[in-house]
């Protein structure tokens, strides 16, 4: 049997376990329907990859190996860092290439299969991505507007859109501006392009912090606080946050039987009736938990001092060393782990179910929040960007002006 002949039997056999997999997953109503997918496609591409290795008598394969286990493992050290959304997309330019020398050194026709539809995909998302994401931020402005106030931070889906399609718009009569005009509006493009690649990368972490699975030996269950109904009711967003710890509680209790506390964290502001904190004991305590297994941090305003404050009233109970969790929605646990991370929290978060048609705004929000924490070096970058190509257009111009 020749190599052709095998890369068809395998393809065959992938796409009818795939089809009959996806089937199942649709009739079953199961979540991340999409990701179970990959993993089977994985479950199949890598072998298949090993096998080649072995016919050909290489070992290329701990190239890609070398850059997850990287990633893998600065991931499980600090997964609250924005370089392990870069590692992560390195790791996958790496085994893109680890393809393309497969494909070449065997000529096998499935890791070129693997290239193509990728490749097919990006074409399709430059094409078309713009509009596609028009048209996906106005329908999820629609939707907010529907459904919650028209504050500037629920606005953020729109003016991205209005923003794309000033940027289309600047296209089309592009040809009508003077040329030096046309240069020196590069500027802002490339800036923009850099901060959406950042925006990219943001996304990745958030994303990939999803799939941390604390240990069940936690010793305190943090739950953030958020606003209030009325100054003294938790709203549905802070519900899920409780929900999701109490959820994590009963599992840990009965898989181990090491008991946890809970500490409620949220301070009292000057439209609520009661602190946030006792408010979600209020809550706890509706769902059937015990009084003695709440504690309650009330000083805090913001999610550092959420961080800052429960650790001071953990270690004034002087049980060391102690295992943490703390519980907030999940487009938030990203950032509320770099706040961990920087009063010396060794915590890992778990995210609450968010609506979908609240994520988009949210996301930007903890986006732009991540970027004033590092502005410092944004402005940087910006500036030498700046510089770099102020320079640049006034060279052209003078050169344009003398010829």
Known sequence: MNLTTLDIIVSIIYFVTAFGYAINLFRKKQNQKLLKIIYLSLGFLLPYCLFLEIINHSVWFLIPTSFFALFYWQFHKR???????????????????????????????????????????????????????????????????????RSLANM????????????????????????????????????????????????????????????????????????????????????????????????????????????????????????????MKNYALEQGMNEEDILLEDQSTTTLENMRFSKQLMDNRRIKPYHVVFFSNNYHIFRAGIFAEQVGLTAQGLGAHTARYFLPNALLREFAAIIMMNKRRHMIICGIISVFYLLTWLVELYINFHQ
Request: glycine letters at 8%; charged letters at 10%.
């Open 79 to 149: 997964p609250a860092r924005l370089i392990n959304g870069w590692l992560f997309m390195l790791f996958w330019l790496v085994f893109a290439g680890y393809l393309t020398l497969i494909g070449i050194t065997t000529k096998s026709l499935i890791p070129f299969g693997v290239l193509g539809l990728f490749l097919i995909i990006f074409i399709l998302l430059v094409a078309f991505g713009i509009y596609g994401l028009i048209i996906f931020l106005l329908w999820n402005s629609y939707v907010v507007f529907k459904k919650e106030s």
């Open 156 to 279: 953020l889906t729109f003016i991205c859109a209005i923003g794309l399609i000033l940027y289309l718009f600047l296209q089309i009569f592009r040809d009508h501006l003077p040329h030096w005009l046309l240069s020196f509006l590069v500027l802002p493009t490339v800036i923009t392009g850099y901060f959406m690649f950042v925006l990219f990368n943001f996304l990745i972490c958030v994303w990939i912090y999803q799939f941390l699975r604390p240990k069940l030996n936690q010793d305190y269950l943090i739950v953030l606080g958020a606003g209030l109904i009325n100054g003294e009711r938790v709203t549905p967003l802070l519900a899920q946050r409780i929900n999701r710890a109490i959820e994590f509680f009963h599992l840990q209790k009965a898989k181990t039987n090491h008991p946890a506390k809970f500490i409620m964290s949220g301070g009292q502001g000057p439209d609520e009736k009661i602190s946030e904190a006792q408010a």
